[in-house]
C-alpha cells in the first residue's frame, strides 16, 4: 500500500489538535470508570462487547476518512481567503 505524504492544515490544524487530545481524554476518563465500576464490571464487559461488534466494522469503514474532511475544508478555506491564502505559507 502507497501512502501519500502528509498534507499540513494551514488553517484547521489548531481543531485537528483539539480532537486528537480531547480523544485521550476520554479514553483515560473511560478507563478510570471502567477501572472503578466495580459489581457493575461484568455488565459493563457485555456492553462494551456488543458495541465493539456493532461498531467495529464502521469505525474500518471510515478509519482516516475525518482527517481527509479536516483537509478538504482547510482547502476550501484557504480558497474562500483567496490570495491572502499564498502569503500565510505552507
Do not use: W
Amino acid at each position: 500500500m502507497v501512502q501519500e505524504p502528509k498534507k499540513n492544515l494551514k488553517y484547521l490544524g489548531l481543531v485537528h489538535a483539539l480532537v486528537f487530545q480531547a480523544n485521550a481524554y476520554l479514553l483515560a476518563l473511560y478507563i478510570f470508570a471502567k477501572d472503578s465500576s466495580g459489581p457493575l464490571r461484568p455488565g459493563l464487559d457485555n456492553v462494551e462487547g456488543v458495541v465493539k461488534t456493532v461498531v467495529g466494522p464502521l469505525y474500518h469503514k471510515i478509519e482516516g476518512k475525518p482527517l481527509e474532511l479536516l483537509q478538504f475544508v482547510d482547502s476550501k478555506v484557504c480558497m474562500f481567503l483567496g490570495s491572502s491564502c499564498h502569503q500565510v505559507g505552507a
